[in-house]
């Protein structure tokens, strides 16, 4: 029995990585909780032209509210079509210069800058050299995660920004723009800090391969994630010298889109709280995130168990139908 959901919600994802993975499974137990929502999740792969597509088909298809992470500035048109057609729009995480959206939710990325260069200055012995690997330009995270660390080293006297390098947010990309610097002349440097967790590990293991004395050289990133290989795990181990949790909070969207969508008073703009990872503070942060995804592994996979028995017991109701058919066939014959 197809019934007719109450609500259709489109999410549409600049990228796909664990960050994402997990902020897609916050919203899809949040969307369960709710009920009768309908989720659509599409995700660009970060292929602005995809994600332009995927957002247009979206408002074609006449979504009840859009909720879009747009890869880069750029992707305000699309956002716009849809917002300029009725649809509320809940951007989240990135922004666009556009102001055509309902809500906004995400954390605040300058302030994480700002924070990350008080705490190196507060830890370095000596003088700071740091080389900054940043997210695309034409992200706004990393436009503003650049901006609040560089403004406040500006006020350091410990800490020099030696250069900063473009990557595009994956671990890869990170790996071969360390790796070409590394084979060149460069200035020297003795903190790395990457505008996300998988960057620095890329940065990392290409100063590996160099032959970099790892001891000497500290590596920063941000998102902190619990999982193994995630931000958490990589501070707990002495990995990475600090972190900072980049929120994913798909309740907390979730809850956004239904106020809008249920006309409740929602506020504008919405500031997700996140913190400074450190091996001070590390264990208890990774005891809790540990729990919180256990929960929400449990949860899925009860839902697909329901999922599971409400399909058999379609098919055999479908089968009971069939055979109450043919019996009032044979009698009525
Ligand atoms: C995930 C991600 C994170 C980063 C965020 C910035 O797709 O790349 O690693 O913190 O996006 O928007």
Redesign the pocket.
């Known amino acids: 029995g197809q019934r007719h959901p109450k609500y259709v919600i489109g999410v549409s ?5 664990v ?2 993975d997990k902020l897609n499974n916050e919203l899809r137990i949040a969307a369960f909780s709710a009920n009768d929502i309908d989720l659509r999740i599409s995700s660009a792969d970060d292929d602005v032209a995809l994600q332009t597509q995927q957002i247009d088909k979206f408002a074609e298809m006449g979504v009840d509210l859009l909720i879009v ?1 747009p890869g880069q500035m750029k992707v305000s048109g699309a956002i716009e079509r849809a917002y300029d057609k009725g649809i509320p729009v809940i951007v989240f ?2 922004r666009t210069h556009s102001n055509k959206y309902t809500a906004f939710i995400g954390a605040d ?1 300058e302030e994480m800058g700002r924070n990350m260069a008080r705490y190196l200055s507060s830890q370095v012995k000596g003088n700071g050299r740091v080389l900054e690997i940043c ?1 695309l330009y034409t ?4 436009i503003a995660r650049r901006r609040g660390f560089d403004m406040e080293a500006a006020q350091h006297n410990n800490l020099q920004i030696v250069e900063h390098i473009e990557c595009d ?1 994956t671990e890869q990309q990170a790996y071969r723009k360390m790796d070409s610097l590394l084979s060149a002349p460069h200035a020297a440097f003795n903190y790395v800090f990457a ?4 960057m620095a590990v890329g940065a990392k293991n290409a100063a590996r391969k160099h032959g970099l004395d790892l001891n000497a050289i500290h590596f920063i990133g ?2 902190a994630m619990a999982h193994k290989g995630g931000g958490m795990p990589m501070v707990r181990d002495g990995e990475l010298m600090a972190s900072y949790i ?1 929120p994913t909070r798909g309740d907390k969207v979730m809850k956004l889109a239904m106020d809008i969508l249920e006309k409740r008073p929602y506020k504008r703009e919405n500031l997700l709280s996140s913190a400074l990872v450190t091996v001070e503070n590390v264990n208890v942060l990774l005891n809790q995130e540990e729990e919180l995804e256990r929960q929400t592994d449990n949860l899925l996979s009860l839902r697909r168990r329901v999922e599971t028995t409400t399909n058999a017991f379609d098919t055999q109701r479908s089968y009971l139908f069939m055979l109450l058919f043919l019996v009032t066939m044979l009698l009525a014959a």
Do not use: F, L, M, T
């Open positions: 994802q600049c990228s796909e990585d960050w994402r992470a995480d990135r990325n997210g992200s706004s995270p990393s947010w505008h996300n967790d998988r941000i998102d980049y």
